[in-house]
């Protein structure tokens, strides 16, 4: 019955538009032609700590349906970065969905020290919502974020029609993407449970289709096998050796060298969150991501877009293990690429070829081990927080004589003590400009500046602008780092980021399917360029705080 009302409808819809069209002077395109346009599926993939290089590094080993496929078939923007710091996971998935970046949307990190209620806070911690599904892992909402997202927009666009959903392992990189008014959103609860899991902010019980996939029993097949390399270890031309001692190890493991097995291992690395860490969690994403599109019949309905946000996470669960340049990451990569082939045939033989539309990017890139850049004799580093921490202290005890006016230093950010600088009738922004005045003399800083000069001063372009689109009036810290390049707070094996340098900022951007022209560009493109992009093709609002552009090249005309 549902579907004859709909087919009148879009009959009646045609006729009107058709009438109207035979009618000299009335506007070419009506709305039913605009909505006519629209892919039936918007699918966002996001590859965590993805650098733009692995594109090119491993490209002759990939197949022709994966990267390539999107690549060749599609539109990549090859100068794609991000134009803020930090460059932190939660700050890239919510600054690709909102179109802006920190000073705007309010995530500011991963986690932050909170200056209202005094301690460190987790993004999308909300305990005002349950957990659904475990006991453990869902108090989470996106009432952080402070900007809508394109799905947010989308939503509102088409009048609640069109369902939005995102997926992760990561409860941060599902829920800031789908936004605020998302229909669902789920994420991996390692541990003892190995499911998908949810918030109350969504929804009281998960929906069948996510039971049933809680009950397939593949995450505890892939949990007691053994991760060995997809082709002979041999080919793996594009690494340094499997054993080196740049690369982190697993519990109970004496090398960082394949095989891992999983089963051995499990025990002393968190069980289910060992899944997390391997290339078996994008494994059990991809399958999830195509039970969401079959359970929520998602890219099915006539005149209606839907929004699937997906985000693959053991990429970087690898990296900040065994680092950019390892045997562990080119299998990684190799191995995302066969599940990307076959996530697109998916959506080819369920939503149909010219259906949909996707852009594929990253939250952040990485930087190259620095003990292994000390090796090629590349200047490179480690900030010691704990000592830098007691050399700013004792500065302003000698100055102020108070041991107590540096509340906390997290993220390469300063907060003092206001409630003690007033107590002691000192000027706030005389203490913040001497501390940097003097913090620059540190070991491995590049650049010590104030709150004051990020609200005064306005900055065009390079690093210092990076850290203004970073910074936010209301959340951030007092006084400012920025480290030297490749100098990184972070253990002495594995790789990290967070930093404005090309090697964090530098990822793919690629667009593909319904709307989008093939070609390549080596023109820049900021990461806050993706959601105006695809408001555009969309024909919708912009999200409400975007401040990136749309990059015209790469829609058709
Ligand atoms: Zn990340």
């Known amino acids: 019955?549902?579907?004859?009302?709909?087919?009148?409808?879009?009959?009646?819809?045609?006729?009107?538009?058709?009438?109207?069209?035979?009618?000299?002077?009335?506007?070419?395109?009506?709305?039913?032609?605009?909505?006519?346009?629209?892919?039936?599926?918007?699918?966002?993939?996001?590859?965590?700590?993805?650098?733009?290089?692995?594109?090119?590094?491993f490209y002759n080993r990939y197949g022709n349906d994966g990267f390539k496929r999107i690549i060749d078939g599609g539109f990549s923007c090859e100068n794609g970065h991000y134009n803020y710091i930090p460059t932190y996971t939660a700050v890239g998935h919510t600054s690709i969905y909102t179109g802006t970046t920190p000073s705007y949307h309010g995530i500011i990190g991963n986690n932050w020290y909170d200056k209202f209620t005094k301690k460190s806070i987790y993004c999308v911690d909300d305990n005002d919502y349950k957990s659904v599904g475990a006991d453990d892992g869902g108090r989470k909402s996106p009432r952080r974020m402070l900007s809508t997202t394109i799905g947010d927009e989308l939503k509102m666009a088409q009048n609640k029609r069109g369902k939005v959903i995102g997926l992760s392992i990561k409860d941060r990189s599902a829920i800031l993407p789908a936004g605020h008014a998302a229909d669902g959103s789920y994420w991996f609860q390692g541990k003892k449970e190995g499911k998908f899991i949810t918030s109350s902010y969504y929804m009281d019980k998960l929906p069948k289709w996510v039971q049933e996939f809680n009950k397939n029993g593949n995450a505890k097949k892939y949990l007691n096998s053994t991760w060995n390399t997809l082709y002979d270890i041999n080919t793996y031309t594009e690494s340094i050796a499997d054993d080196n001692k740049f690369e982190g190890l697993f519990k109970g493991k004496k090398t960082p060298t394949f095989p891992y097995d999983l089963k051995k291992l499990k025990k002393n690395n968190g069980n289910y969150d060992l899944l997390k860490a391997v290339p078996y969690g994008n494994t059990i994403v991809k399958d999830f991501a195509e039970a969401a599109i079959i359970g929520e019949n998602l890219g099915q309905t006539q005149n209606v877009t839907d929004f699937l946000a997906v985000s693959f996470s053991s990429t970087d669960y690898v990296g900040h293990k065994f680092g950019v340049d390892s045997k562990e990451i080119e299998d990684t990569y190799l191995r995302l690429d066969k599940e990307l082939a076959s996530f697109f045939k998916f959506l080819d033989e369920k939503v149909g070829k010219g259906n949909y539309t996707l852009f594929l990017t990253a939250d952040h890139a990485a930087v190259q081990v620095p003990s292994y850049l000390k090796t090629l004799k590349i200047p490179s580093g480690y900030f010691d927080n704990k000592d830098f921490k007691k050399k700013a202290s004792a500065f302003l005890l000698d100055k102020y004589k108070s041991d107590d006016l540096i509340e906390d230093i997290s993220n390469f950010q300063i907060f003092l003590n206001k409630s003690k600088i007033k107590e002691l009738k000192l000027d706030a922004n005389e203490v913040a400009q001497s501390l940097a005045d003097e913090v620059i003399n540190y070991k491995g800083i590049s650049r010590a500046v104030t709150a004051r000069t990020m609200q005064t001063a306005n900055f065009t372009e390079g690093i210092m602008h990076f850290l203004q689109n970073g910074y936010n009036q209301k959340f951030s810290g007092d006084?400012?780092?920025?480290?030297?390049?490749?100098?990184?707070?972070?253990?002495?094996?594995?790789?990290?980021?967070?930093?404005?340098?090309?090697?964090?900022?530098?990822?793919?951007?690629?667009?593909?399917?319904?709307?989008?022209k093939k070609g390549s560009s080596k023109t820049l493109v900021n990461i806050t360029d993706i959601a105006p992009t695809m408001s555009s093709l969309l024909n919708i609002t912009f999200p409400n705080a975007t401040s990136g552009k749309v990059v015209q090249e790469v829609l058709e005309d």
């Open 479 to 516: 006084v400012l780092l920025v480290p030297n390049p490749a100098t990184i707070s972070y253990s002495k094996t594995g790789s990290t980021h967070g930093s404005g340098y090309n090697y964090d900022t530098h990822v793919p951007i690629i667009f593909y399917g319904k709307g989008i």
């Open 1 to 57: 019955m549902k579907k004859l009302l709909s087919f009148v409808i879009t009959l009646v819809l045609f006729t009107s538009s058709f009438a109207q069209n035979s009618v000299v002077n009335e506007p070419e395109f009506s709305l039913t032609s605009i909505e006519m346009q629209r892919p039936k599926l918007v699918v966002g993939i996001v590859v965590d700590q993805m650098r733009y290089d692995y594109l090119t590094r």
